[in-house]
């Protein structure tokens, strides 16, 4: 794959320099999911604007916290991180794709894909959803037929998520990813690759209990 292209033009006040945040747990029943939902709210209620993405590729189920604020129902209609991931895969695989200036940043913008929670966020506070991706027949073979090695080694599946991360950034200022549990190579995305601040749920529970 091609390095990525520029970074989209944007005027000097809507410019960002945002924090992704990951949370994490090794096993499930931390409260995870729950805490980033939280969080979200309190920060968008102060103004900010925030992503939340569902990353538990097998186990998505963000979408619930949100659902009495979600304008589309169901929400797992949408397009989301595997129908990203997929589409890069198809497009570098093609010799005839388009590789104009600023196509990896286009194919890794969150923007066609999210959804914004309908609420009257003060001081210009917005909180947008992410979802895993369209909960439909051919998402389980979707997910089972992606070779994360190959997407690395390959395809240069870095380069998308650097451009994943340059945009999430630019374009927020937070986002907040849900993590898979355990050991994987999602984990591995959601916490080495992409944030800049990983929270540990399972730590912050245990230090609770003593």
């Known amino acids: 794959a091609q390095a990525p292209g520029p970074r989209r033009m944007m005027h000097a006040a809507e410019q960002r320099d945002g924090t992704i945040v990951t949370f994490y747990s090794y096993k499930g029943g931390t409260g995870r999911t729950m805490a980033l939902a939280n969080v979200a709210w309190i920060l968008a209620s102060a103004g900010k604007k925030v ?32 129908d990203m991931v997929r589409a890069y895969e198809e497009h570098v695989s093609t010799e ?17 894909h999210v959804v914004p929670l309908r609420w009257p966020f003060p001081d210009d506070g917005r909180l947008d959803l992410l979802t895993a991706g369209r909960q439909n027949g051919d998402y389980s073979a979707s997910l089972a037929a992606l070779d994360w090695d190959t997407f690395y080694e390959r395809l240069g599946g870095a380069d998308f998520l650097d451009a994943l991360r340059d945009g999430l950034r630019a374009d927020y200022d937070y986002a907040l990813i849900d993590s898979r549990t355990g050991l994987s190579d999602v984990a591995d995305i959601c916490t080495l690759h992409l944030p800049d601040v990983l929270i540990d749920q399972e730590v912050e529970v245990m230090h609770d209990e003593f």
Request: glycine letters at 6%.
């Open 51 to 82: 992503l939340v993405a569902d990353w538990d590729l097998e186990a998505p189920g963000l979408d619930r916290f949100f659902a009495p604020f979600l304008p589309i129902s169901p929400v797992t209609n949408l397009h989301g991180v595997i």
């Open 96 to 112: 005839t794709s388009d590789r104009s200036d600023g196509w990896l940043a286009r194919l890794a913008s969150v923007r066609p």
